[in-house]
């Protein structure tokens, strides 16, 4: 008997500490996963129910930091054999997003809204807006945005993107578009660069997503394209200034590519 009540004790000691888990563990997870470039700082809560600050920093080691106005709210609850995550945020979430994670061995899905039927992966579906954040919100990552101190409206939409990382390599299906609107910088005279899209196009059979940039409207001219594969991304674009605009954007196109000539040349990976 006295066993019994031993293990029992034991067994609701552990529910307990799993049921009231402080939300520190989470935000733990949550630097390890990205090696310290986003945090959730002043975590309140519990892993299931919980606030915290989001900030983005340029990882171990760096002075850069920069946080979002508000507080992170979340909640975390068991779907079936997944977990269902909701986000809200006063400034950027305003309507909850939810999202389904489904964990698995040496693997993790995560289902953005609209991912969980097929037909919400095909390109009839709209697009469906996620959140919006400020540009001015990325200085906090370094190097290359601390020196050009971005402004302006980063907005998040998708008809559903199904993203699998699986032993440390990401298969994505389904879209994305991120619109960056009324860009600005302050390396640039101009009161605004102008607005740009970006799409991400994931494959079904599981090959690296395409990446396509364009601009929408603006002195500086944006485009390029390049792809998201195991080995990170790679991407090939260029930069030029419209008509009229050579000189106020010349200290800017020197810094964000190689020049030749007019053209700014941009390369990552």
Known sequence: MKRWMLAGSALGALLALVAFAPAAW?????????????????????????????????????????????????????????????????????????????????????????????????????????????????????????????????????????????????????????????MSSSLSTLEELGSYRLDLQGDPRGDAARVQLNTTDGALQLSGSGDWAASGLRFRGQASAAPGSEAALSNLLNIIGRRQGALSLISIG
């Open 26 to 182: 989470l935000a733990r997870g949550v630097s390890a996963g990205t090696e310290g470039r986003l945090l959730l700082a002043d975590a309140r809560g519990t892993v299931w129910q919980g606030s915290a600050v989001l900030v983005l920093t340029g990882g171990p080691g760096s002075r850069d930091a920069s946080a979002l106005p508000g507080r992170l709210h979340w909640t975390l609850g068991l779907a079936g054999s997944a977990l269902s995550l909701g986000l809200q945020q006063a400034c950027c979430i305003a309507q909850e997003l939810r999202l389904r994670l489904v964990p698995g061995l040496g693997r993790l899905r995560i289902e953005l809204p609209g991912a969980g039927d097929g037909a919400a992966l095909g390109s009839a579906v709209a697009p469906r807006v996620l959140g919006q954040w400020p540009a001015s919100w990325l200085v906090g990552l370094g190097t290359p945005w601390n020196t050009l101190k971005p402004a302006g409206t980063l907005q998040l939409s998708s008809a559903g993107l199904v993203a699998e990382a699986v032993q440390g390599r990401w298969i994505m299906q389904g879209q994305a578009e991120l619109q960056l609107r009324g």
